[in-house]
């Protein structure tokens, strides 16, 4: 078993070396900046990127375990995956927090903000590839696709929770009860809830596509090799 986990581990090392080379420099422009302005007010970005990796680390592991005789728990482990996916493309909504700061020039917050939001959604498209591949395993190909679809409309749902009403994946545990009120009201109250659907819909919509574009791209990259 800890053979498998580690040969899965060693394929993932190019991939791993990128993405920490995306994140170093997420973490380079963001300490410019603290530099250049001599304020802290962009620094909630790093935790918002930690936060943006943690769905391809459960990934990663479901997959892994997938591949052991420990493959029930790699459903038990896409858990954790699915709470927190929603943080990854959550730093698209960071770019609400763009103007003009002097003496910093506009083009570097735009561009501060583009590396986190991109390197946060790349991480979250990284995630769904393994996920999906985990729940192929189980469940055939197409309700894996089916899954995958539903979990990015469950993002953008997410995506609202946590943006404007401020909740954090954790929340699930530590104040539940909340968290499912302000879940349940717009299912009960669909039209008077209408912004939150509109919202979902299209972001999930963007979302999807931009998963699909991606995974397009990968495919055609093996069948060049």
């Keep these: 078993m800890f053979r498998t986990l580690h040969d899965h581990l060693f394929r993932r090392l190019p991939l791993l070396n990128w993405i920490a080379v995306a994140c170093a420099f997420c973490l380079a422009v963001l300490a410019g900046r603290l530099e250049l302005s001599g304020r802290t007010s962009f620094v909630f970005l790093s935790w918002n990127l930690l936060l943006a990796l943690l769905p391809p680390v459960f990934a990663w592991a479901a997959q892994g375990l997938s591949r052991t005789r420990l493959k029930p728990l790699a459903l038990l482990t896409l858990v954790p995956w699915l709470l927190f996916l929603p943080n990854a493309p959550y730093i698209l ?7 003009h700061r002097a003496p910093v ?29 985990t729940l192929r395993a189980f469940v055939g190909h197409g309700w894996a696709r089916a899954g995958i679809v539903a979990s990015l409309f469950l993002s953008a749902f997410g995506i ?17 009860y909340a968290l499912a ?20 819909g299209l972001l999930g919509v963007l979302l999807v596509s931009g998963y699909h574009l991606v995974r397009g791209v990968g495919a055609e990259e093996q069948v060049d090799r």
Excluded: C, I, Q
């Design 160 to 176: 609202y929770l946590g943006r404007f009403l401020r909740w954090n994946s954790w929340d699930v545990l530590t104040d539940p």
């Design 93 to 99: 909504t960071d770019l609400l927090h763009l103007k």
């Design 105 to 133: 020039p506009l083009w570097y917050d735009l561009l501060m903000l583009l590396s986190f939001a991109l390197t946060g959604l790349f991480m979250g498209y990284l995630s769904l590839r393994d996920a999906e591949r």
């Design 181 to 200: 009120l302000d879940v349940v009201r717009p299912v009960l109250h669909p039209f008077r809830y209408d912004h939150v659907w509109l919202m979902t």
